[in-house]
């Protein structure tokens, strides 16, 4: 049986400094939610949340789906965000100060939770196991501070999915394989979270696979950056300096003619804590 194992530090470098990049990380984060907003209330609902219960989530960010949770549960209950990251919190915290929701922030490490087993009702994480050092050490963590018959629930993305039409398949493939493998710590972390989940001895596991797709080449690459991508797999000597251009080249000309495609599948996943 594979496990996710700890990587080299230069992958998901940008996201394990986000303070040094707090502003783009800040647009990033604001873009991405006008996207896949919807996939981000599925991951919620998930969570089965009801008034009075308590909640975590790890890589909060801007906090805002912490803030959705922190409104399900009302004021008898709370929600705590936690993230590496103190710019992106204390933007967090001065954003959600006012609404004087049962809400904080807090700075931590989610491989290594400041919390008493069983504090929590559900724990919520998307699009941060991916850039872990060892998530299969981060969900049994999570279960560890969720009480019994709680729930753990999130979204990853699965960047080996990554589709692009009307370009040479081979260079693609080459393209993607940066991407996966070299960009992110765990660019197919998505598809084994119903494992780890059940792994860390959760049941009732719940997995769905969803789709992104991208009309246009702008959108594309503000969400996956994919210019350093090629330009990686060139570095590595995966494809030529002629490949990078005209594969890049051909979208541009799929994109002013409308012909242009590209997708992404993610995982939401769940499971009840035994």
């Not at 912490?66 to 204390?90: C, H, T, W, Y």
């Not at 990078?244 to 979208?251: F, K, V």
Request: with cysteine; hydrophobic share 40%; glycine share 10%.
């Amino acid at each position: 049986m594979t496990t996710q194992t700890a990587v080299a530090p230069e992958r998901s470098i940008r996201w394990r400094n986000a303070d040094q990049h707090a502003a783009g990380a800040v647009r990033y984060l604001e873009m991405l939610t006008g996207i896949v907003q919807s996939h981000k209330d599925r991951s919620i609902e998930l969570l089965n949340l009801k008034p009075g219960q308590s909640a975590i989530e790890i890589g909060c960010g801007m906090g805002r789906e912490s803030e959705a949770m922190a409104r399900l549960v009302g004021p008898g209950g709370k929600v705590v965000g936690i993230d590496a990251s103190q710019a992106l919190l204390d933007q967090a915290t001065a954003r959600t100060a006012p609404l004087g929701l049962p809400l904080e922030f807090r700075r931590g490490d989610a491989h290594k939770l400041p919390f008493a087993n069983n504090s929590f009702d559900a724990a919520r994480g998307e699009r941060v196991f991916e850039h872990l050092a060892d998530p299969a050490g981060a969900v049994p963590e999570l279960a560890r501070v969720v009480r019994p018959g709680g729930r753990i629930a999130g979204l990853e993305p699965d960047f080996e999915t990554i589709a692009v039409a009307g370009v040479p398949l081979a260079v693609t493939r080459a393209i993607l394989r940066h991407k996966t493998d070299i960009a992110i710590a765990h660019g197919t972390i998505g598809r084994e979270m119903r494992r780890l989940l059940q792994e860390a001895g959760c049941h009732d596991l719940h997995s769905e696979t969803v789709a992104v797709t991208f009309p246009t080449l702008k959108m594309f690459e503000d969400v996956l950056s994919m210019r350093n991508n090629v330009e990686g797999a060139r570095a590595e000597g995966w494809i030529t300096e002629q490949q990078a251009t005209s594969w890049w080249a051909d979208l541009e000309e799929l994109d002013r003619t409308g012909g242009f495609f590209a997708s992404l599948c993610g995982m939401f996943f769940a499971g009840t804590v035994s």
